[in-house]
């Protein structure tokens, strides 16, 4: 793949990330008003219980300035009313209010009280607290609130947003100490379904423009998609899997290189992060197409082919793979016939369309429970090197060897590529690429098992053997 492909494919990433942040936003508002409202059009949360030895609860200070310019028109599109309910756990009078910050500050200056500094998803309260008195007067008697609420029983106060800088005050109404009472603080906005399809239609343009440039990206050229051997057959090999996975050990290694390889992989990090990203939207798209068509268009199958093999070569030189050999691995999603370790799956020209639904959540279950022990819980970021796990520890266990004795034990090598092309089987089938199921069979070597199956012939439009064969 040409490196021009390859940012086009990144820019695409891009674009899609902040693509799927609308839709998850505009999808979330739009399910919110839908379903979780009241019937009043309120979205309400109750609180932990308040207490407080103090004479005050508040918020900390709410800046709903819109600088610079004016801002009215924001209010008034999002048309937003907050409602605060509080019930007295000990029958005391209450009081409810809001204020400008600079009045409720002065009015609680010097008075002890706790502020509110986070409130936990499940309404757990934060708070921090101020040591003080209790206020000269009585908050009823003040006159600076822009909405209160105050006697005994539930209390409900009302206030339609406006800009400005606020406190939310609770208090005994007669300002004494010691304040006990269940709340719940509520909001509604009649802009929120009007945001919420406006997220999902900026997510759904973004998520549009973004497959167009990743499917153009990852297609393969017109020219190569009508290229076809003649003549005498093209074999590559006859591998017994359609996933096949090769590896040299490269002798002699280096006994210490392994040390090294890992900060010498970083670049490989940073491009395979973007290129996995690019995998999972690729994977999604080849879903749909699969679904609809029994069909994994050629370019996407090519370009996760890629992903893979440039993983395999990165996990065989610095990882689990093996540490097999001291090559440095190519930046290339085209197979490299000349590099120790290879991977390729054979392309299906037909996929069920209802193995599709199952085969990710369901039908790989068993073999997710047996690629859990081999390669462990923490997956890099690239998406596919383990690091740990039984394979991490035979590797680890081959490097120690290799940097006392200076020797690969041959039979260890067998052992951890057998388990690493049962992983690599089992990535290919979740990922759609191939309906055959992964065997529960430990093919141990470098090389593939030869079977019936038909052989692997190259997919890369760059492959010699296609030149000027149409």
């Given at each position: 793949?040409?490196?021009g ?8 990433v ?9 839709l ?27 207490a ?37 756990a ?7 209010g ?47 609130w ?9 209390q409900?106060?009302?206030w ?11 208090m ?7 304040i ?14 009007t ?7 900026i ?13 153009a990206?990852?297609?393969r ?41 890992w ?9 395979l ?181 038909p ?16």
């Amino acid at each position: 793949m040409k490196p021009g492909r390859i940012i086009a494919l990144v820019i695409g990433v891009l674009i899609i990330l902040p693509a799927f942040g609308f839709l998850f936003g505009g999808g979330a508002l739009t399910v919110a008003h839908l379903v979780e409202r009241e019937d009043d059009g309120f979205f309400d949360e109750s609180l932990d219980r308040l207490a407080t030895p103090t004479a005050a609860i508040s918020t900390e200070d709410v800046d709903l300035m819109a600088d610079p310019g004016p801002s009215d028109w924001v209010f008034d599109f999002v048309d937003a009313t907050v409602r605060i309910r509080a019930t007295a756990a000990d029958a005391e009078p209450l009081f409810l209010g809001i204020g400008p910050l600079t009045d409720v500050t002065a009015y609680l200056d010097g008075v002890g009280r706790d502020v509110i500094v986070d409130v936990g998803t499940g309404g757990e309260i934060v708070y921090e607290r101020f040591a003080g008195t209790e206020p000269a007067t009585a908050p009823v008697d003040q006159t600076f609130w822009v909405a209160t609420a105050s006697g005994l029983g539930q209390q409900e106060l009302a206030w339609d947003v406006v800009e400005g800088e606020w406190i939310a005050v609770l208090m005994n109404a007669d300002g004494s100490s010691g304040i006990v009472a269940d709340v719940t603080v509520g909001v509604r906005s009649g802009a929120v379904l009007t945001i919420g399809v406006v997220l999902l239609a900026i997510g759904a343009i973004l998520t549009a423009i973004a497959v167009v440039i990743i499917v153009a990206a990852a297609r393969r050229p017109e020219a190569a998609e009508e290229l076809r051997p003649i003549g005498e057959e093209l074999e590559v090999a006859r591998p017994a899997e359609p996933v096949a996975l090769t590896a040299k050990l490269d002798e002699p290694l280096s006994p210490w290189l392994w040390l090294v390889k890992w900060i010498l992989s970083i670049p490989h990090f940073i491009v395979l992060a973007f290129l996995w990203l690019a995998f999972a939207v690729v994977t999604i798209l080849a879903f749909f197409a699969v679904l609809f068509t029994g069909r994994y268009p050629r370019g996407l199958f090519e370009f996760n082919l890629g992903v893979l093999r440039w993983t395999w070569r990165v996990d065989y030189y610095a990882f689990t793979g093996g540490l097999g050999t001291d090559r440095y691995p190519p930046f290339s999603l085209q197979r490299v016939d000349d590099y120790p370790a290879t991977l390729d799956i054979a392309y299906p020209e037909q996929l069920s369309r209802g193995l599709v639904l199952v085969k990710w959540w369901l039908l790989a279950i068993p073999h997710y429970l047996v690629v859990a022990i081999m390669m462990g819980g923490d997956i890099a970021a690239t998406g596919g090197i383990a690091t740990m796990g039984l394979i991490g520890v035979l590797v680890i266990i081959a490097a120690a060897t290799l940097l006392f004795t200076g020797r690969y034990p041959r039979s260890l090598f067998d052992l951890i590529i057998g388990l690493n092309r049962w992983v690599y089987r089992v990535i290919a089938y979740v990922t759609l690429m191939t309906d055959r199921y992964p065997p529960f069979r430990l093919d141990q070597g470098g090389s593939e098992p030869q079977g019936d199956l038909p052989p692997l012939l190259p997919l890369d439009d760059s492959t010699p053997e296609f030149a000027g064969k149409v």
